[in-house]
């Protein structure tokens, strides 16, 4: 499996349209066996589609992407994985123990996330509950 990480200096990217540079890393059984960065400079949005398509990438994790990009990548079998904010080698390390998520979703596939958002969403819920019979 190849991934590819959209790079501004040592965080992810938060456009893989506009990244100067990006990382690919390959992983076998769960380890990463090589990594290697690609400058993109000058490259279009559709020779950065076809540079992952010729690497053979398999999961694009970024900040964001151009939406026909990200219907172009997903004909060709590219999983986005969008929008993720952080360090690399966090990012990297959370892909591999498989509780990455979006920075902007609810909840993920972590056990603990999914325990957490539900007690605060819980707790928020009936917070708002309360306030909604105070108001009747």
Do not use: H, W
């Not at 026909?68 to 997903?74: N, Q, V």
């Not at 603990?112 to 009936?126: A, L, P, S, V, Y």
């Amino acid at each position: 499996m190849k991934i590819a990480i959209p790079l501004f200096y040592n965080r992810v990217s938060p456009r893989f349209d506009f990244a100067p540079t990006m990382l690919v890393a390959t992983i076998e059984k769960n380890q990463i066996v090589e990594k290697r960065e690609i400058r993109l400079k000058n490259y279009t949005f559709s020779q950065r589609s076809a540079l992952l398509r010729d690497l053979g990438i398999t999961t694009l994790i970024c900040g964001g992407v151009q939406g026909f990009l990200t219907r172009s990548l997903g004909n060709q079998n590219v999983q986005v994985i969008a929008p993720v904010a952080g360090e690399v080698s966090e990012v990297l390390e959370r892909f591999l123990e498989g509780t990455l998520c979006s920075s902007f979703k609810p909840c993920c596939a972590a056990k603990r996330c999914q325990r957490r958002n539900r007690e605060m969403f819980g707790i928020r819920r009936k917070k708002e509950e309360e306030n909604f019979d105070e108001k009747e």
